[in-house]
């Protein structure tokens, strides 16, 4: 290697099936198991091939309270995934409102952005999640925010058809 880092050690199968198991425990909300590992001093942002760390996966899998044993441990709330994404935006795609609570509580920017710009606000916007876009709002997202394209939250809802978030960010840019 040119760059003088060193190539990643081979591992074996029994290593392999660990973390597999692990990743999956985040996958499925298995608390216990994930806590006792934490315990152990497993690394809370540990990530698997595709940058997803256990966090995004309890995130986008809806298990809040895996979610906090994670952020109890310490796991970086605006650790994005190889795609840019966030665990709150991940949450908020997904229409989880007791992961998006865990992960403002836990310290998640509201206003981070992820791949392209997006804030969890313009994801919520887009899908339509009205209560996430609710509470987002009322944690101080910025409703004019615009994303690299230069649209709004607002913007991207109408774009997508979501009627009812498009009219309450209407009437919340209005205020």
Same mark, same amino acid.
């Given at each position: 290697?040119?760059?003088?880092?060193?190539?990643?050690?081979?591992?074996?199968?029994?290593?392999?099936?660990?973390?597999?198991?692990?990743?999956?425990?985040?996958?499925?909300?298995?608390?216990?198991?994930?806590?006792?590992?934490?315990?152990?001093?497993?690394?809370?942002?540990?990530?698997?091939?595709?940058?997803?760390?256990?966090?995004?996966?309890?995130?986008?899998?809806?298990?809040?309270?895996?979610?906090?044993?994670?952020?109890?441990?310490?796991?970086?709330?605006?650790? #994005?995934?190889?795609?840019?994404?966030?665990? &709150? %935006?991940? @949450?908020?795609?997904?229409? $989880?409102? *007791?992961?998006?609570?865990?992960?403002?509580?836990?310290?998640?920017?509201?206003?981070?952005?992820?791949?392209?710009?997006?804030?969890?606000?313009?994801?919520?916007?887009?899908?339509?999640?009205?209560?996430?876009?609710?509470?987002?709002?009322?944690?101080?997202?910025?409703?004019?925010?615009?994303? #690299?394209?230069?649209?709004?939250?607002?913007? &991207? %809802?109408? @774009?997508?058809?979501?009627? $009812?978030? *498009?009219?309450?960010?209407?009437?919340?840019?209005?205020?």
């Amino acid at each position: 290697m040119t760059d003088g880092s060193k190539p990643a050690p081979e591992l074996d199968e029994e290593t392999i099936a660990f973390a597999q198991r692990v990743f999956q425990h985040a996958r499925a909300g298995q608390v216990e198991e994930l806590g006792d590992l934490l315990r152990m001093g497993l690394p809370p942002n540990l990530r698997n091939e595709k940058g997803d760390s256990l966090l995004m996966l309890a995130s986008y899998h809806g298990h809040a309270e895996t979610v906090q044993i994670l952020l109890q441990y310490g796991a970086d709330p605006e650790l #994005a995934n190889d795609r840019g994404q966030t665990p &709150l %935006a991940g @949450a908020a795609f997904k229409g $989880d409102m *007791a992961s998006v609570e865990s992960l403002l509580e836990g310290g998640a920017n509201v206003n981070g952005r992820g791949d392209g710009g997006k804030t969890p606000l313009m994801i919520a916007a887009m899908f339509n999640r009205l209560e996430i876009v609710e509470i987002l709002l009322a944690r101080g997202a910025d409703v004019e925010a615009r994303d #690299a394209g230069g649209l709004t939250a607002q913007a &991207l %809802a109408s @774009a997508m058809g979501a009627v $009812d978030t *498009a009219e309450l960010l209407a009437r919340s840019s209005q205020s």
